[in-house]
């Protein structure tokens, strides 16, 4: 009997202890995931990515002209091509007096059409700077038709001369319309235009 009568007052008892700590528990435990959480959100440490350095940028009005003789057609001939680069102003980090480059790319005849002006290649450039050094790079170019946009995305290494080692960001951009109506059978593609920009980053 004193068992009995003992041990109702004191199982309520315990039973609000219990209910209390646990929320306590539930509480404190809450309160460290959510600060866990906002650190590992917050630091910056931790989604920093490594970046280059831009030792060279060219910009508008750099140009590129590319040309083709006999003009371009949608069957496809024999046909000689040059790209011509006038670059600048430039501006660079590593050498400030690099102010303006050329580069002159001659392609042999060779079997083209309209056609294989889209598409992917590679290519090597020579860039003569204003300071009497070169820059050779060698290039992955994606060529793809944006709107009324005729895009050229150059990307690569520059494999020798200033700048050696630094990766290359080159991107050309002009009317698209001779190159549609040239590939619909309608036209012929003598020569494209382009405004460039270009950059050459150091890891």
């Known amino acids: 009997m004193f068992r009995a009568t003992a041990a109702r007052p004191v199982r309520p008892r315990l039973r609000l202890r219990l209910r209390l700590r646990w929320s306590r528990l539930t509480a404190i435990l809450a309160s460290s995931l959510l600060l866990a959480g906002s650190l590992l959100t917050s630091s910056p440490t931790a989604v920093a990515a490594p970046t280059g350095v831009l030792d060279l940028t060219c910009v508008p009005p750099s140009s590129g002209v590319s040309t083709y003789s006999p003009p371009l057609t949608n069957t496809p001939q024999m046909v000689a091509a040059t790209i011509s680069f006038q670059l600048g102003p430039c501006t660079s980090r590593e050498t400030p007096q690099v102010t303006s480059g050329t580069a002159t790319l001659n392609?042999?005849?060779?079997?083209?059409?309209?056609?294989?002006?889209?598409?992917?290649?590679?290519?090597?450039?020579?860039?003569?700077?204003?300071?009497?050094?070169?820059?050779?790079?060698?290039?992955?170019?994606?060529?793809?038709?944006?709107?009324?946009?005729?895009?050229?995305?150059?990307t690569g290494t520059v494999s020798s001369g200033r700048f050696q080692g630094d990766t290359v960001a080159m991107d050309q951009t002009g009317p698209a319309t001779s190159v549609l109506t040239c590939t619909a059978g309608l036209g012929t593609v003598a020569s494209i235009y382009s405004v460039v920009t270009l950059e050459i980053t150091s890891l």
């Open 107 to 154: 392609s042999a005849p060779r079997t083209r059409s309209c056609a294989d002006l889209l598409g992917s290649a590679s290519r090597t450039l020579v860039i003569n700077w204003n300071t009497g050094e070169t820059s050779t790079l060698a290039l992955n170019v994606s060529t793809s038709v944006v709107g009324a946009v005729l895009e050229s995305v150059l």
